[in-house]
């Protein structure tokens, strides 16, 4: 923390931020890694099932505009603290319904409370971080919690053939609980930064930050939704192999975390996301057309280290920015992101039924698309800075 450099006032969010994501990132880690295994072996549920679910689990994220006006009623970093506690009462439910409906409820309050967190993360870091800064916090964040996740894949590791689905899932979401009230005790804001507008915004300047916002969106979510279940499906992963592949991504992305951040104040946003995306086009192709379980596998730890070059997304938006826009464009930015991200798991599901290489391939043109529009980024940060002279 003393490496970056933080002001004594800045650091406290540091902290705040750090103690949160801790907790959302190890919670959906947990999730994540027993979801499709518990999907599969308890629920007996199938991929048009799995995609309705993931479309389900993306509805919070459509709704993160109702945080405007809870932004009325709570402080920012208050309501970040009881998304965290919701965050963890779906997840402890979650064992204790395990069938379609079951988990279709669950599913929603658990994302209710991610989403509505990582919103207000990223607000907060942005509002509280330089323009220089928060690509490193970014960064920071992502690899320490990458560390947390680490023990969470190990210990389910060691537990998974010892304990039922239903007590790990309850001791996962006890620990978030936990983790949440502890921050309601913590006042890490500050009194000299902009106020920010509590009301939607949605500006034409913006258009770029809003389109790869949305295609983002609709990319991420048939990784999210088919990888790991075409890992169980088709290549018979196991629970413990998918905990294994989960510390394995998750040890890379400690060490690699902090170099992401590095290279965007380096090399700038535009090409980060070139590499970013120009490398998912082969990676959905693999998934589609490749018969190695090693392979299949090694692509799933590759698109989850480009998964973290998204913070471009938002550290381009900051250039942009209007400073008191940053709290209700991350809210806009969210349900943008999930326009796209509600429906192509349905249609993905749909897609699966027929042939499950679709649903890949419909992912590499998105990440073509993507490409495109990103060799527009520097065109309109020094549009922005011509602007403000």
Known sequence: MHKLGFSKESLKMYIFLLLLTLAAYSGLQGWRTLFNNFAVEVANLNGFQIGIIQAVREIPGFLALLIIYLLLIFAEHRLASYSIIILGIGIALTGYLPTFYGIILTTIIMSFGFHYFETLNQSLTLQYFST????????????????????????????????????????????????????????????????????????????????????????????V???????????????????????????????????????????????????????????????????????????????????????AIRTF????????????????????????????PVIGGILWSISYKISFIMGAILSLISLIFTQLIDKEINKFNASTK
């Open 317 to 344: 938006f900051q250039k942009i920015a209007d400073p008191k826009d940053i709290a209700p464009s991350m809210a806009v930015g969210f349900t943008i992101n999930h326009i796209a991200a509600v429906i192509f």
């Open 132 to 223: 220089s800064e928060s690509p490193l916090v970014f960064a920071k964040l992502r690899s320490i919690a990458s560390l947390t996740n680490i023990a969470i894949g190990v210990l389910l590791f060691i537990i998974a053939r010892y304990f039922s689905y239903k007590t790990i899932f309850l001791a996962i979401g006890l620990t978030i609980i936990l983790l949440g009230l502890s921050t309601l005790f913590f006042d890490p804001t500050r009194k000299d930064l902009p106020v920010q507008r509590k009301k939607m915004i949605f500006r034409k300047k913006y258009w770029l930050f809003y389109t790869l916002t949305l295609f983002a969106g609709a990319r991420r979510q048939i990784f």
């Open 225 to 311: 939704a088919f990888s790991v279940f075409l890992l169980v499906k088709k290549f018979h992963y196991s629970v413990v192999e998918i905990s294994a592949l989960f510390v394995l991504n998750n040890l890379i992305n400690y060490f690699l975390n902090p170099l992401i951040g590095k290279a965007i104040n380096k090399f700038g946003e535009r090409k980060v996301l070139s590499l970013e995306y120009f490398s998912l086009i082969f990676i959905f192709l693999a998934y589609a057309y490749s018969n190695s379980k090693l392979v299949v596998g090694f692509m799933y730890v590759l698109d989850h280290i480009f998964f973290n070059f998204a913070i």
